[in-house]
């Protein structure tokens, strides 16, 4: 069984910082590259950041760039988010997402969520 559980959330100032989390299992860890998204109140979910199965290759929606570094830990089955210098147009649902191969067939996965919220 898949499962994905993101931490780290929580209420942080405007220049702030967090370090979001989201630890695997159920499946092989390395076979999959693994995205943030994000989704604020009223809006369509969006993809914040994407990282290679090894962790050599990251790509940052330009919102986020030079703010937010996705990384990974293979040996702890664990994605990070670590955000800097945070905004309140930061604030919104923090989600992990694993496409896992099954066969021929890639299938997403999603975590529960995990609030960030960016306010003075």
């Known amino acids: 069984q898949v499962l994905l559980v993101e931490s780290g959330g929580g209420l942080v100032q405007p220049g702030g910082s967090l370090r979001l989390s989201c630890a695997a299992s159920?499946?092989?860890?390395?076979?999959?590259?693994m995205r943030w998204y994000r989704q604020a109140p009223g809006k369509e979910r969006e993809l914040v950041a994407i990282i290679n199965r090894f962790g050599g290759s990251t790509i940052y929606v330009d919102s986020v760039k030079g703010r937010f570094t996705i990384s990974r830990d293979n040996a702890k089955n664990t994605v990070y988010l670590q955000m800097n210098n945070l905004k309140p147009e930061d604030t919104a649902v923090y989600y992990c997402?694993?496409?896992?191969?099954?066969?021929?067939?890639?299938?997403?996965?999603w975590g529960q969520g995990t609030q960030v919220t960016v306010s003075s």
């Open positions: 159920g499946f092989t860890f390395s076979s999959s590259a």
């Open positions: 997402k694993a496409s896992v191969p099954h066969g021929l067939q890639w299938i997403d996965y």
